[in-house]
């Protein structure tokens, strides 16, 4: 059983591959309740695919990971995920209660009617991404970063132990960023775990305890102050013409 | 009951059950693979029909093998399952024509098989689509916020520990079912318009999941009444006019909720857009 001193999530020596070539390679470390971690490499660096891993929805090549003391298979129901909300269709029929009370089927399960609780939790979770009167609206009527504010909310209505956001600021105003870290903020408060792929290194420095440095292998896995180094991030991001401007990383593809 | 009773109470049946899976269809979107799986389909009746064994229990076997079959072949990467999908259309097709052909009243069966004959249809096949319409209700009342969650974000529903597998064959299956049943009344070749039409019809102008149901199930009955009426009246085909009545009602529709659009721009109340791609749009059927 997992009590509150044990990590939320443990990766050891973790390698994924979907074809001959291994897409993560030996991934490994610590992450405690109520602890961040920024995922951060280039595009195909195996940040999505990572987190999937997590999920238990890629199989391990060797390796091991551990969340909330089980298997990722076993924990699932306690680990919530983000998408991106741009890979979603903005034209489909649902409005951003229903999106958010989608959260609490696991709980709810497939006969029975969502309960006065479902409909509580859905609501604040609404309210804590600040968006309780948009409940009835139409879902794609949103913003993008409104929308990846619903989404995060749905997260939050399954009270999980571990949260995964994959890049949930791509294209994102400030005022949904700020949203979205408050939010987030709140759940860390309260014990949640929290794994988030980012290309922004100001977040990680803000939100996160510490940085997974990725690039099909392991750059680095630490306290963000001692990890997210220059070098090292040039290391990450080898290949490519790099230049660190402020806290942004710029990648100019060649 | 008449011949012409009989065909109105299958139509009505029929138009609903189908409007009620093309919702989950449109929703998935489905369509193309919907299409495909009818022209599938053909050959399996013609075979049911050559073997002599009861036609929905024959085409039911081999439904499932064509459901299986579709399953395998979204498996396959995104590039290829348009061309595969459309390969097993007309090759299914051009099975079913050519079993027909090397039987006696080619031409008659032909077009029974693939266009209906709903004047025909006895008590047995009211009974089909009965038991069929108590599937598709049951598959919708308990699986249908998983199948929505599935349709709307397909990562999303995987990472809440939900199987996609299973609730896309549950879905496939129930499809295929009423395509079977849709046989007699409509045929193989135009089940496809009670399976799609009366929920990108309702798509138009409904709001939500609830609503569009509604919309689509009374568009369903009410195009299957309608077809059959105007067939008994003018002596066309049943399965032609139930087509036509529901092509013309989405034509009129579109054109309907483009004006009200275009008026209510200013006055704010604006009903749901189709946008080219996102109903319309094949997606690939499993990701991973
Ligand atoms: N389902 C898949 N099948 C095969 N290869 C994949 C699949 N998903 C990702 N990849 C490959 O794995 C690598 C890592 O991808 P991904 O995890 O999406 O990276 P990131 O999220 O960091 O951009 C890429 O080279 C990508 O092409
Ligand atoms: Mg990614």
Redesign the interface.
Known sequence: MNTPTDPALELDEVTVSYGPAPALENIGGVVGPGEAVALIGPNGAGKSTLIKAI?G??PLVSGRITVLGRTP?QA??E???V?QAD?????????VG??VL?GR??R?G??RRPRAADRRAAGDALEQVGLADRARH?FGTLSGGQRQRV?LA?AIA?EPGLL?LDEPFNGVDAVSEQALLNAVAVLKGQGTAVVVSTHDLALAHLACEEVCLLNRRQYGFGPTRLTLTPDRLRATYGGHALELRGDRVIVAHS | MTAVGRAIVEAVLLGAVGGLISVRVLLRRLPFFTLAMTHATFPGVVLAAIAGVNLYLGSGVFGVLVVLGVLALSRRPEQGTTTAIGIVLSAGFALGVILLSARDGFAKDLTAYTVGQILTVGTGDLVAVSVVGVIVVVLVTTAGRRLTFRAFDPDGHAAAGYSPAGIDLALLLAVEAVIIVAVPAVGAILAVAVLVAPAAIARLWARDIPMMTAVAVATGAGCGLAGVLVSARYDVAAGGSITVVTGGLFAVSLAATAAWNAVGRRGGSRLARVAPGSTGGERRFRET
């Not at chain 1, 890979?87 to 409005?95: N, Y």
């Open positions: 999920l929805l890629v298979a699932r129901r680990v919530a995920y998408p890979t979603l269709d903005p034209e489909f029929p649902i409005s229903q999106v989608m089927y696991r709810i497939p006969l139409r989404l749905r399954a995964l």
